[in-house]
């Protein structure tokens, strides 16, 4: 596999004109400052008067058309008015306005052709300009004229001018890039939008007991759980240790519920009558709206809830209402923050009650400008095309640009604010390819194709400071790492509050209930997925619908699978890490075997130093932190982090490995391919099976030094630690620190090859290797 090149990758730092270039000392200070400005001409159609009928009944269908050149937009046609209103915006982009004149025609719906009413011109040179904040431009009445300059009856009330995309009419205007979308569900869906994610709790039920059950065969000790439903997640108790009918639990199950509550916590006890087979005793369904809501660890009152019955008499579903009951203690938690993304990118460690909430410590602008070289995703009329936009992910808010059609550079120039609660966050910012031009019904379930994404940690990022660069989009595909084009992004993050900031770093990175009473890793996992679940399936209702594949790969849905690429990179990264502690073995090792005998001496002096003056120690430690840290400033990283195909072990990875990762889960490879592979995990498994039994062996010989287990071992560790001990009690410790440390850094005449005494001694020390099959 050819690899591209590593410079394909790279990060590209750019210097776009931002804000038309008003810069007042280092802060920009015009409307949407971190984006090129675009000029758009506007036109509102907001109504019409005293229209002449032109059927022969004498009335009329009109609507207007808007033209400029070869772009050309309508409004929508009202059945036999001569009075309508269509509160309409039309938006022409100046970069592709090749005419001078600006036509806008009323014209009569009619099935064969559409008749002209009358049009109102506009010379391009003569319309004012407009920019925000000034207030928007009031619409006139204009008197239509025939095709030859003469007036006709009616009037045309509109509003023209010229402006920017901070204009408050530009996310609802029709643009002229997308003359070729039809429909108001495709208009819909190519305008950009902002969506919050609904917000999030944790239910927790505290499954207590059940009175009086009344099981079907009485003659028999009942197994008895309960099974508790919300939405589409189930959960189940053990079965009760008191075969009785008053069983006990006291379990805890954990839901995710999001706001507004739809579904009821549905609770069945169920008894276990054979192997395969329960029967329902009773039921009872729990609103949520009416369930406490707790922000501390403070446990919320029980309540009995009686339970009921469910027969079916002649085909009809009757409730028997009987003296059963079960004893619980609901609450809705609201001192956890609800885990719906990755934890190692998470933009938002809040928890979920407003009240425990902490003032925001600053603000992040984002500017998303443009993009340059993507990769063609679709073939729509026997050519290569692509519809791109961006959606952006921070905190509960979601924002999506508009679509650009047809290009494989598109501008989008937009830009968005979000609040920042905690600097150790992470904005995610992804490119699609947009399928749903035509309207959601006429999609043909199509998915929405990913482009790629970026990730940019706050807490890497200087305050007050514009970013402005190109990130490299990659996307892994089976075949290999691809780059699929590049990202133009500004980036600002504003410190409101230093003092505060700083502070945040000394709080725990999660609610406090995390540390009070912790979720197992399993409970969080599982609940993350529903919480995923549940945002995914909620944006996808809105209007119009950010689509469930969208929020999956936003949300990083998956990256728990098992990868071959990604075990390796983590393994690279453990040995980088532990690479420092390496080297530092290797210079000692060096310094003992007097490599350089300079170095050596002024070791063996500071060494004498630190054992006379022993409270210079810790000073010494802390300063040489200090001016390391001093050291590296002049080399400290001035761009942001990005994605790293190298680090990834994505730019060498083996295609066979790279088709595992995108294998299906349960797998859908063949046999022979899913026995070479199970093999490969094996080996792999066993030679970490062997690594983790050398460790444990260590441990064991370390606990047989004092147990006896080869008596003679044991008996001259004993001694050894009595003469230790009355050997340290008389000489001074500094002596004997000294000495230890002039032994160890002994000249190599003095050293023998063979190893010391000690390490053959722990050496010989048993282990339980021999206990084991």
């Known amino acids: 596999m050819q690899r591209p090149p590593q410079e394909d990758f790279s ?166 890039d997308a003359a070729a979308v039809s429909g108001a569900d495709g208009l819909a869906n190519i305008r950009s939008k902002v969506y919050l994610s609904p917000k999030l709790w944790y ?37 009760s240790m008191s075969k009785t009918i008053n069983p006990m639990w006291n379990e805890d199950l954990m839901f995710v519920a999001a706001e507004p509550f739809e579904e009821p916590l549905i609770l069945s006890v169920e008894d276990r009558v054979a192997p395969n087979k329960d029967e329902v005793i009773g039921r009872c369904a729990i609103p949520l709206q009416y369930v406490d809501r707790r922000l501390d660890h403070k446990p919320v009152n029980t309540r009995w809830f009686n339970l009921e019955k469910h027969i079916i008499v002649e085909g009809e579903k009757k409730e028997i209402k009987f003296a059963s009951r079960i004893h619980l203690r609901v609450c809705l938690e609201g001192g956890y923050h609800v885990l719906d993304e990755s934890t190692h990118y998470s933009s938002d460690l809040r928890p979920t009650a407003k009240q425990l909430w902490k003032s925001s410590i600053g603000v992040l602008e984002v500017g998303v400008l443009s993009a340059q070289g993507l990769s063609p995703m679709k073939t729509k009329d026997g050519r290569a095309t692509t519809d791109a936009y961006c959606v952006a992910k921070y905190g509960q808010k979601w924002v999506r640009t508009r679509t650009i059609i047809d290009s494989f550079a598109p501008k989008w120039n937009e830009q968005y604010t979000w609040e920042v609660f905690d600097p150790c966050t992470v904005i995610t910012i992804g490119v699609f390819d947009n399928c749903h031009l035509q309207g959601g019904d006429k999609s043909g379930g199509a998915r929405d194709s990913r482009i790629g994404k970026v990730r940019i940690r706050l807490s890497t990022l200087e305050t007050d400071r514009v970013y402005t660069h190109s990130y490299p989009l990659l996307v892994l595909h089976p075949t290999g790492v691809k780059k699929m084009g590049e990202i133009h992004l500004a980036v600002r993050f504003t410190c409101s509050s230093l003092v505060n900031m700083m502070h945040m770093y000394s709080q725990p990175l999660l609610p406090k209930m995390h540390y009070l009473h912790p979720l197992t890793v399993s409970q969080l996992d599982n609940l993350r997925h529903q919480a995923t679940q549940i945002v995914s399936l909620r944006l996808s ?81 802390f300063l040489y ?86 008596p003679r071992a044991t008996a001259l560790f004993v001694i050894f630690c009595l003469v230790a001990a009355i050997v340290l009690y008389v000489t001074p410790f500094q002596a004997v620190a000294l000495l230890t440390g002039f032994y160890v850094l002994r000249h190599p005449r003095f050293r023998y090859k063979l190893p010391s005494v000690p390490l053959n001694f722990f050496r010989r020390l048993p282990a339980r290797t021999d206990c084991m099959l």
């Open 11 to 176: 990060l590209k730092e750019t210097k776009p004109h931002l804000g038309g270039g008003k810069v007042s000392g280092d802060k920009l200070t015009s409307t949407y400052d971190l984006v090129e400005q675009m000029q758009y001409l506007y036109v509102r159609v907001v109504k019409a008067r005293d229209l002449p009928g032109k059927d022969v009944t004498g009335s009329l269908d009109p609507y207007v058309e808007v033209r400029l050149g070869n772009y050309k937009g309508t409004t929508r046609h009202f059945e036999k008015k001569s009075n309508p209103e269509w509160s309409q915006v039309f938006a022409f982009s100046k970069d592709r306005i090749q005419a001078s004149v600006l036509e806008v025609t009323v014209k009569d719906k009619d099935v064969v052709k559409d008749d002209f009413v009358g049009r109102v011109l506009f010379d391009l040179n003569e319309i004012p300009k407009r920019v925000p904040p000034d207030s928007p431009l009031a619409p006139q009445w204009y008197r239509l004229e025939e095709r030859n300059g003469s007036k006709v009856k009616g009037e045309l009330m509109l509003a023209v001018w010229m402006g920017n995309q901070a204009d408050e009419a530009f996310p609802e205007a029709w643009h002229s």
């Open 203 to 239: 239910l927790r039920v505290n499954v207590i007991e059940a009175q009086d059950l009344i099981p079907s065969d009485k003659s028999r000790f009942p197994e008895v759980f309960v099974k508790a439903i919300l939405g589409n997640q189930a959960l189940r108790t053990r079965v």
């Open 541 to 621: 209702r809105a209007e119009p619908p950010l689509r469930k594949e969208i929020v999956e790969y936003m949300l990083d849905v998956g990256s728990h699978m098992w990868s071959m690429r990604r075990s390796k990179a983590n393994f690279f990264r453990i040995m980088g890490v532990l690479g420092v502690v390496i080297s530092v073995g290797k210079w000692f090792d060096q310094i003992c075997n007097w490599k350089n005998p300079i170095t050596t001496v002024l070791i063996h002096i500071l060494f004498l130093i630190l054992i006379l003056y022993p409270e210079l120690i810790l000073p010494t430690i």
């Open 625 to 710: 932190l200090f001016l390391i840290g001093i050291w590296y400033y002049r080399w400290r990283p001035r761009h942001p982090p990005h994605m790293d195909t190298r680090l990834s072990c994505a730019d060498a990875a083996h295609p066979d490995e790279l088709d595992e990762e995108f294998d299906t889960f349960p797998t859908s490879r063949p046999p022979d391919i899913i026995r070479m592979r199970y093999d490969r995990i094996r080996s792999i498994a066993g030679r970490i099976q062997t690594v983790v039994g050398d460790l444990a062996t260590q441990g064991e010989r370390l606990q047989s030094l004092l147990s006896w287990r080869d």
